[in-house]
């Protein structure tokens, strides 16, 4: 265990002196998402190490360098998980750097997201000073949750210095399940389902068929597939799922991902389509960046994202008065703009 608070602190006040940026980086495995920075590196990868964890209070606590799979695997020792179910995009990536990028896997639409489970954070802001917004039980997070405002800010912020988050008991049992139907009637069939008391934990479509994940008890899973039918499949398809390395997302150099309503039409773009999510974020690879998406997903009451072959602009754009908002906020925690400038937006 490494506490570099002091010294990360130092490293805050003097780039704000200075009105250098900084380049907040963790372990790197994340460094592909969003804009890029050119700024002075603020290294936390070393400021590592679990503050507290009793299995029997649910909750973990660690410092925002510490590998992603040191956390796992101390979980998994007490039958324990991470509901939000982050992606892994390396050995190295850190609790910090799933927090800000803020991303959660199949289980999202089931279980909630990364910002759900999220119970409290210290943060350097940026004067240098170690602010606690929540704490480490469900019952004190309360009024404004602005611990809950660094889940998907990626950095722009504030440090992350610690994070508590809710930890869940593992299913006794998981199963797979492929059925040979297409997006739009797989789509409606687990929308169907979700209506129902049923142990789903995953539904993804590959453009070709439908997968489903069940999760829960013996009984429960046993009944529930017996009802669904389908054909059993391994379950190491849904970590491929959650990291994006399925075929259905390889193979082109455009990669978006556009988060929908479960009532709006899927995307009829260019190139080939996945869904995942129970139909609620589409996968759309494609040869070529098509700007329409961004307007379409407006429309659509939904937002886009660039995961791949971006120029420039990665996320949906912001009305002027949201934007504005994202500012004003930025501007009370981050006056000098010195952490992670333009990562998500320009002028942001």
Not at 33 to 40: I, L, S
Not at 239 to 248: E, G, I, K, S, Y
Request: aromatic letters at 8%.
């Amino acid at each position: 265990m490494t506490d570099l608070t002091a010294q990360l602190a130092d490293q805050v006040r003097a780039a704000t002196a200075a009105a250098t940026p900084l380049r907040i980086e963790g372990g790197g495995t994340r460094a592909w998402y969003g804009r890029p920075v050119d700024g002075q590196p603020l290294k936390l990868a070393d400021h590592k190490g679990v503050i507290d964890y009793d299995p029997s209070e649910l909750v973990i606590t660690a410092r925002a360098g510490t590998p992603m799979a040191e956390i796992e695997t101390l979980l998994a020792e007490h039958h324990q998980m991470l509901c939000f179910e982050p992606p892994s995009f390396g050995a190295a990536g850190t609790l910090g750097g799933a927090v800000a990028t803020g991303l959660s896997g199949p289980r999202r639409p089931f279980t909630g997201a990364l910002r759900d489970y999220v119970l409290g954070v210290r943060v350097l802001d940026g004067q240098g000073e170690a602010l606690r917004f929540g704490g480490t039980v469900f019952k004190n997070v309360a009024g404004f949750d602005a611990f809950r405002l660094m889940a998907g800010a990626q950095g722009s912020l504030g440090v992350l210095l610690d994070v508590s988050l809710r930890v869940f008991p593992r299913p006794r049992v998981e199963r797979s399940l492929a059925f040979d139907l297409s997006r739009d009637a797989g789509r409606d069939w687990i929308i169907e389902q979700m209506r129902r008391p049923l142990p789903l934990s995953g539904a993804f479509h590959d453009g070709h068929r439908l997968h489903v994940r069940l999760s829960g008890g013996e009984a429960a899973v046993a009944s529930a597939a017996a009802e669904f039918g389908g054909e059993d499949e391994a379950l190491d398809l849904w970590p491929q799922v959650r990291d994006l390395t399925h075929p259905a997302f390889q193979g082109s150099p455009v990669l978006w991902r556009i988060a929908l309503p479960q009532t709006a039409p899927l995307p009829e773009f260019d190139g080939r389509l996945a869904w995942d999510w129970a139909g609620g974020v589409a996968w759309l690879a494609a040869d070529e960046i098509d700007p329409q998406v961004w307007t379409w997903a407006a429309r659509m009451d939904g937002h886009a994202t660039l995961f791949r072959g971006a120029k420039g602009q990665v996320f949906q754009p912001l009305a002027s008065p949201i934007l504005k908002l994202h500012q004003r906020i930025k501007a009370a925690l981050d006056p000098a703009s010195v952490f992670n400038p333009g990562r998500m937006y320009e002028g942001l």
